[in-house]
């Protein structure tokens, strides 16, 4: 079962921040998130183990809370090389080898 | 070093048409995978692999047939396409079969089935 993202979809002026959710219905094992720019093909970012790890990547980072079984992406002062459609992964158990996409989070910069 | 290639990079087929869509990757990887995105749909699992001679279905594998039998090339073929099979598709890798690694994707094939 896909996990949920929100919002679909988010403007932003170039230096504001923004918050991007990925939930389950399923326990996780680990979360990905990649991003995707228009015609092109999605990007690695980061991935989060259970155990409510925390992570960076330049001004953007994740936080995965097992409990809650959600994981949330931060952007912070965001850039205009930020736009592009972010998808978040998951690995709810069973095989390992099945990463299910959500329908991705539109973010638009603007200048 | 290539990464992941796809080919044809577009395609388009009429119904009933049977194609291969071909994936070759270089880095070594165990793990590949074939994806298709339609819009407002995400990514979603059509078939993967965890070696040579090792597949599985993912989520939506109807309609579709996979084989591996070499590490470097995991084609995707369409039995008898419909036009519900239009979509763009992407090829996937890890290095990891564990699934702790992350996926380079190629940069994908747009498939039109009329």
């Known amino acids: 079962q896909q996990p949920v993202q929100s919002p679909q979809a988010v403007i932003l002026r170039e230096g504001e921040d923004a918050v991007i959710n990925c939930s389950s219905s399923?326990?996780?094992?680990?979360v990905h998130w990649y991003r995707q720019k228009h015609g092109e093909a999605p990007v690695f970012l980061m991935i989060?183990?259970?155990?409510?790890e925390q992570k960076g990547h330049e001004k953007i980072s994740a936080s995965f809370n097992e409990k809650k079984q959600q994981s949330s992406l931060y952007l912070t002062a965001s850039q205009l090389s930020y736009s592009g459609t972010y998808f978040c992964?998951?690995?709810?158990?069973?095989?390992?080898?099945?990463?299910?996409f959500g329908k991705g989070t539109l973010l638009t910069v603007n200048p | 070093n290539a990464g992941v290639t796809q080919t044809p990079k577009f395609q388009v087929l009429k119904t009933g048409q049977s194609m291969t869509l071909q994936c070759a990757q270089d880095?070594?990887?165990?793990?590949m995978s074939w994806y298709r995105q339609d819009p407002g749909m995400g990514l979603r699992l059509i078939h993967y692999?965890?070696?040579?001679?090792?597949?599985d279905q993912g989520e939506v594998p109807n309609g579709y047939n996979v084989s591996r039998s070499t590490t470097e090339d995991f084609p995707l073929r369409l039995l008898s396409a419909a036009p519900s099979q239009t979509s763009v598709y992407f090829c996937?890798?890890?290095?990891?079969?564990?699934?702790?690694?992350?996926?380079?994707f190629g940069e994908g094939s747009r498939l039109t089935v009329l």
């Open positions: 989060l183990l259970k155990g409510g």
């Open positions: 399923k326990a996780l094992y680990s």
């Open positions: 692999s965890v070696g040579a001679g090792i597949t």
């Open positions: 880095m070594n990887h165990e793990y």
């Open positions: 992964g998951i690995n709810s158990g069973g095989s390992n080898y099945k990463l299910t």
């Open positions: 996937a890798s890890s290095y990891s079969s564990s699934f702790y690694g992350e996926l380079f």
